[in-house]
Structures are given as structure tokens and as C-alpha cells.
Nanobody
Framework: QVQLVESGGGLVQPGGSLRLSCAAS????????MNWYRQAPGKERELVAG????????NYADSVKGRFTISRDNGKNTVYLQMNSLKAEDTGVYYC???????????WGQGTQVTVSS
């Protein structure tokens, strides 16, 4: 059974930091590119950051460059999103996404809420 389980979300003040984790199981993690998306209230889901397999190349939305860092640990089947200097506009539900690097088939997690507010 495929599972992507996000954790680490919560309420944080502007300027603060959070680290999201996504634990994967039920598929070959190292064969999948991994991404973090987010969806703010009333907005479409958007790609925040991605990391490829096997080379670990990364890409970021312009809005988070220099503040967020995506990483993966293939030994732990986990992808991380370190979020620093958080802003109110970073508020939303953050989703973990896995894409098979050959077939393009994708899996999604259930999401974790991030709220940036004073």
C-alpha cells in the first residue's frame, strides 16, 4: 500500500522556521522525483520545490528561493522541506508528491497545514 505521510506543519510567527517531513512507503522511493506543493485558501495548488532522482537536482518557486530548502534521504525514504523566514503568504496546506521518473505516475500525500501568523 502506497503511503506518503507528511508531518511538521503547525502555527509559526512571521520570520520563523518549520521543517516538513514526508515519509514514503509502498513504492521504490529512489525511483521517484519528489515534490512539495502547497494550496492556499481560495487558490490553486502550486509547486513549491522539487528534487530529482537519482541526481538530487532541485528547483524552487521564485517566491521561496533563498528561504526554503528541499532534501531527500533515500535510506529513510523521506523528503524534507526546510522553511525559513516564513511569511504570511506561505500559509496553506503543504502536500508531498512522488512522480515515477519513467512512467510519470504520481502519488500524493494527505497534506499538512502550515499557518504563518502573529
Amino acid at each position: 500500500q502506497v503511503q506518503l505521510v507528511e508531518s511538521g506543519g503547525g502555527l509559526v510567527q512571521p520570520g520563523g522556521s518549520l521543517r516538513l517531513s514526508c515519509a514514503a512507503s509502498g513504492f521504490t522511493f529512489s525511483s521517484h522525483h519528489m515534490n512539495w506543493y502547497r494550496q492556499a485558501p481560495g487558490k490553486e495548488r502550486e509547486l513549491v520545490a522539487g528534487i530529482t532522482s537519482p541526481f538530487g537536482n532541485t528547483n524552487y518557486a521564485d517566491s521561496v528561493k533563498g528561504r526554503f530548502t528541499i532534501s531527500r534521504d533515500n535510506g529513510k525514504n523521506t523528503v524534507y522541506l526546510q522553511m525559513n523566514s516564513l511569511k504570511a503568504e506561505d500559509t496553506g496546506v503543504y502536500y508531498c508528491n512522488a512522480v515515477n521518473r519513467w512512467s510519470g505516475y504520481a502519488y500524493w500525500g494527505q497534506g499538512t497545514q502550515v499557518t504563518v501568523s502573529s
